[in-house]
């Protein structure tokens, strides 16, 4: 069983940055794919950014040039480095683990962007 636990969450100017971290329990995160995810009010959950075992990237456009996800494998963490945040960013982000058909989430954290 993984556990993961977000962080960094918070409020922040249009333009700022902030830095999401996700924490994972248990000896398998190095094999697990890693995505962030964001769910805005009245909206699906959406898939933010993903980072496969070998440290592949792929990005929503949305967030293309602006977002960076990386992977600290001896720490069990992924994060989520979002600059020139706007408005439109304003959601809970999630992130997830996966092996095959198994996936696991976090509880989320909030992200605000006030304009």
């Known amino acids: 069983q993984v556990q993961l636990v977000e962080s960094g969450g918070g409020l922040v100017q249009a333009g700022g940055s902030l830095r999401l971290s996700c924490a994972a329990s248990?000896?398998?995160?190095?094999?697990?794919?890693m995505g962030w995810y964001r769910q805005a009010p009245g909206k699906q959950r959406e898939l933010v950014a993903a980072?496969?075992?070998?440290?592949?990237?792929d990005y929503a456009d949305s967030v293309k040039g602006r977002f960076t996800i990386s992977r600290d494998n001896a720490k069990s963490t992924v994060y989520l480095q979002m600059n020139s945040l706007k408005s439109e960013d304003t959601g809970v982000y999630y992130c997830?683990?996966?092996?095959?058909?198994?996936?696991?989430w976090g509880q989320g954290t909030q992200v605000t962007v006030s304009s």
């Open positions: 980072i496969t075992s070998g440290e592949t990237t």
């Open positions: 248990g000896s398998i995160f190095s094999i697990l794919a």
């Open positions: 997830r683990g996966s092996r095959y058909q198994l996936h696991y």
